[in-house]
Every structure is written in C-alpha cells, then in structure tokens.
C-alpha cells in the first residue's frame, strides 16, 4: 500500500509541479536571456548536445560505475537562481565565477556569456565535462574533470556550493578547502548557512528562491 501510495504521489503530485517549473523556467529563459545573442547562441547550442542525454541517467550510471555518492542526489540550479545570485553578489566581468559540482554547467556558461567573466565548473562526471567544454571551446569558460578537493580555490572571486544533500559530515569535510579562499572571496551555498559549521565565515546575505523541489534559502557568506 506504501508503495502504491508513493507511485500515486510521484506521479498526480510531484511530477505535475516539476513539469510546471521546467515550463515557467524556459519561459524566463527565453524572454529575460534570450535577447542576450550571445547567450541564446551558446544555449541552443547547449541544448543541442544533451538533446539525446538525460543528465539524471548520466550521473545514476557513474555513480554505479565509481560507487562514490548517492544515486538520486543529482539536481540543477535554474538559470532564474543564478540571476537572483549574480545580481546580489554584483558578478563582474573581472571576476572568477567557480561552480563547485556543476553537472552539466548551464551557469557556467550563463556567467561567461552574460557576465563575460572568466567562468569555472568543478565536476567529476566525464561525460558532463567533454559535451559542455565543446559547447564552450571558443568561451572564457571550461568544465574542470576533476574532485573539489584538487581546485585551486584561491583563484576564485564567487564560488557555488549546491550541495543540498550532503550531510553534516560532508559539508564539514569541505571547510578546511574554503579556508583556502583569498579575502573578500564571496561563497553562496544553498539551504544552510556556513556559519552553523565554522566561525571564520560571515552571512552578508540570504533570500528565498524556487528550485524544482520546492522554495530554498541562499546564503551568501564572504
């Protein structure tokens, strides 16, 4: 009955609201971005190669292939989000916006284009990496094939933590790498504040933001 019960929520409840923001989301993309050449240009082209690759699909089969992370952890952070986040952190073209786990890094290229500011995504799934730095072969950004751990974080301006289900054991493990960061560097993470983890970082903003699952707070910490 449990199980029916889930089936039945999934299908008549989660996933209507899920199709419902993809809708309102490209319907942002296209009238907000869009006008923006540059950008529509990189998008479609973008789009274009994970036509035929599901990203959910992707990131189930190399966590089965490495045996490292959790199976249905993976989500993307709508271009919406990054708007808000580039607007209230100020990014700037002489920035260096890094996005630590980017899956397949539509913010990367959103930063880059939009922003025009050299732009990094950290990520380990392969895949993600090879589609998106072909779509980003002529652009100051790239998708880095590697472990968060191997980034050099002093090189960073803003960072982007999306790591919403990490536990408290995980997120503790990345403070010593945040450490590294050079002063006046700006980190954003999502649905939890740094503070509650270390006193060396300061909350100078937080807002409210609708992501596929439902309205998270952003916290900006320098």
Request: proline residues 4%.
């Given at each position: 009955m449990k199980i029916i019960l889930e089936f039945l929520s999934l299908t008549f409840i989660l996933y209507p609201k899920v199709l419902w923001f993809q809708y309102r989301e490209e319907r942002f993309i296209r009238k907000k971005l869009y006008p923006i050449a540059r950008f529509k240009q990189v998008d479609r082209r973008f789009k274009s190669v994970y036509r035929l690759s599901?990203?959910?699909?992707?990131?189930?089969?190399?966590?089965?292939?490495?045996?490292?992370?959790?199976?249905?952890?993976?989500?993307?952070?709508?271009?919406?989000?990054?708007?808000?986040?580039?607007?209230?952190?100020?990014?700037?073209?002489?920035?260096v916006f890094v996005d630590l786990g980017c899956g397949r890094g539509r913010g990367v290229l959103y930063a880059s284009e939009c922003y025009q500011c050299l732009s990094f995504g950290v990520e380990r799934i392969p895949q993600f990496c090879h589609k998106?730095?072909?779509v980003a072969k002529d652009l100051p950004s790239k998708l880095l094939c590697q472990d968060i751990s191997e980034f050099d974080f002093s090189?960073?301006?803003?960072?982007?933590?999306?790591?919403?289900?990490?536990?408290?054991?995980?997120?503790?493990?990345?403070?010593?790498?945040?450490?590294?960061?050079?002063k006046g560097a700006k980190l954003?993470?999502?649905?939890?504040?740094?503070?509650?983890?270390?006193?060396?970082?300061?909350?100078?903003?937080?807002?409210?933001?609708?992501?596929?699952?439902?309205?998270?707070?952003?916290?900006?910490?320098v």
């Open positions: 599901n990203p959910y699909k992707v990131h189930k089969a190399h966590v089965k292939r490495s045996g490292k992370g959790s199976l249905h952890s993976y989500g993307e952070t709508p271009l919406s989000v990054f708007q808000e986040l580039f607007q209230k952190v100020n990014l700037r073209s002489s920035d998106t730095n072909q090189i960073g301006d803003i960072f982007y933590f999306y790591s919403l289900c990490m536990n408290e054991e995980e997120i503790l493990s990345f403070m010593p790498l945040f450490s590294c960061m050079k954003v993470t999502v649905s939890f504040s740094l503070q509650s983890f270390s006193q060396e970082f300061q909350v100078v903003g937080s807002w409210m933001s609708m992501f596929p699952w439902g309205e998270g707070e952003v916290f900006i910490h």
